[in-house]
């Protein structure tokens, strides 16, 4: 079945510093991916939605300077926190659309990765 | 985006019990629809999906129920066991292309 694979599951980093999160779709072509913010208790808000090999777009209010994603390839997306803050610490969490939704593998999700920033 | 909670919702059961979670969602142009679960700590975990055409789907002890004329959605889960314990979420689209809207999520809780 499809797989996305996301790497860190968790990082704790300095208040200041950058922290790169990958999503990789490990048996399968994703044209599209998404990137996902999750407080606890609290449902997912989309961040952005990424194509490869264009610029993401960003749902209102992200900014793009501060969460940089790059989706070079049709199996990597990175999303970068820029300049991170102790209001940053969240639950990220990617996915990536196959090119024939409507099956069990339109939308597949990563684990996760738990930013915590200090 | 819309149907973003900022509460959880909690539904206690025993084991054995039936579940049903219930969904409203709020675009009437959406036309797919998915059930997640999610344990904490991970990313949300495919369990059943439904498209508008079709007002009731079953899966291996799940089974979703469509009310398009009210934009209701639930999934019934039977003999609700312990590692079912986890947050649900309904998501819609349009097309099953465009991007996923969730809901505000479900925690169920299954008490031996």
């Known amino acids: 079945g499809a797989v996305v694979s996301q790497h860190p599951s968790w990082v704790i980093c300095k208040s200041g510093t950058s922290v790169k999160i990958e999503c990789r779709s490990l048996?399968?072509?994703?044209?599209?991916m998404f990137w996902y913010r999750q407080f606890p208790k609290q449902s997912l808000m989309l961040m952005a939605t990424s194509n490869e090999g264009s610029k993401a777009t960003y749902e209102q209010g992200v900014e793009k300077d501060k969460f940089l994603i790059n989706h070079a390839s049709l199996t990597l997306s990175t999303l970068t926190v820029t300049s991170a803050h102790p209001e940053d610490s969240s639950f990220y969490i990617c996915?990536?659309?196959?090119?024939?939704?409507?099956?069990?593998?339109?939308?597949?999700f990563g684990s996760g990765t738990r930013l915590t920033v200090v | 985006g819309e149907s973003v909670g900022l509460h959880l919702p909690t539904l206690s059961v025993q084991e054995g019990d039936n579940s049903i979670i219930n969904c409203a969602y709020s675009n009437s142009a959406s036309d797919y629809f998915i059930w997640y679960k999610q344990e904490s700590g991970k990313g949300p975990q495919f369990i059943i999906d439904?498209?508008?055409?079709?007002d009731k789907r079953q899966g291996q002890r799940v089974t979703v129920l469509l009310n398009k004329t009210v934009k209701h959605l639930s999934l019934q889960i039977a003999a609700t066991q312990p590692g079912d314990s986890a947050v649900y979420f309904c998501?819609?689209?349009?097309?099953?292309?465009?991007?996923?809207?969730f809901g505000k999520g479900t925690m169920l809780l299954v008490s031996p």
């Open positions: 048996d399968f072509q994703a044209t599209t």
């Open positions: 998501a819609e689209n349009i097309g099953g292309y465009s991007t996923l809207t």
């Open positions: 996915s990536a659309s196959v090119v024939s939704p409507g099956t069990n593998y339109g939308y597949t």
């Open positions: 439904i498209r508008s055409n079709m």
